[in-house]
């Protein structure tokens, strides 16, 4: 078991690498404008145009989670430090067993998906992210095309 300090320097470190620009780019992608709805939508993304972000995402926060699952950090830790890897998965946990099947993965996202279903409330908690991804979605996208639309009259 790590110390309390141990877990704090590896959480920062996490937290440092976060902050590269292609992996940031990555992130805001995954975050703002992946929002599947179905698992048709999330094998597109997964092979089209943004497959480098995102496998870039979901690598980097199996990895993170993968220092937990093998006592690197304390879990409690990393789930305070880093709530973005509830959003993350929130977005492929409905597909990831079709994701693992299609992809001939079992594995894919075993780490992610063990940290985050090991906290408490889990399934609230994703569905909750899920739901508040995917509104802020739609409002974006209803505001992007009232600016297009009200610009032009």
Not at 25 to 42: D, G, I, M, Q, Y
Not at 50 to 55: E, K, W
Not at 105 to 126: D, F, N, R, Y
Not at 127 to 137: D, G, P, Q, T, V
């Amino acid at each position: 078991m790590p110390t309390p300090f141990e877990s704090a320097q590896l959480n920062l470190q996490l937290f440092d690498l976060r902050r590269e620009p292609v992996l940031r780019a990555a992130r805001s992608w995954f975050v703002l404008e992946f929002n599947p709805e179905s698992f048709s939508e999330l094998a597109s993304a997964a092979s089209g145009e943004h497959n480098a972000a995102f496998r870039m995402v979901i690598s980097y926060w199996d990895m993170a989670a993968s220092l937990v699952t093998t006592g690197a950090i304390d879990a409690d830790a990393f789930c305070a430090a880093h709530g973005e890897i509830f959003a993350m998965f929130s977005k492929i946990q409905p597909f990831l067993t079709e994701f693992r099947t299609a992809s001939g993965e079992p594995e894919l996202c075993k780490h992610i998906e063990s940290v985050v279903m090991a906290a408490s409330g889990a399934e609230a908690t994703l569905k909750r992210r899920r739901e508040a991804l995917r509104a802020a979605a739609k409002a974006r996208a209803a505001q992007q095309t009232f600016a297009r639309t009200g610009s032009e009259n």
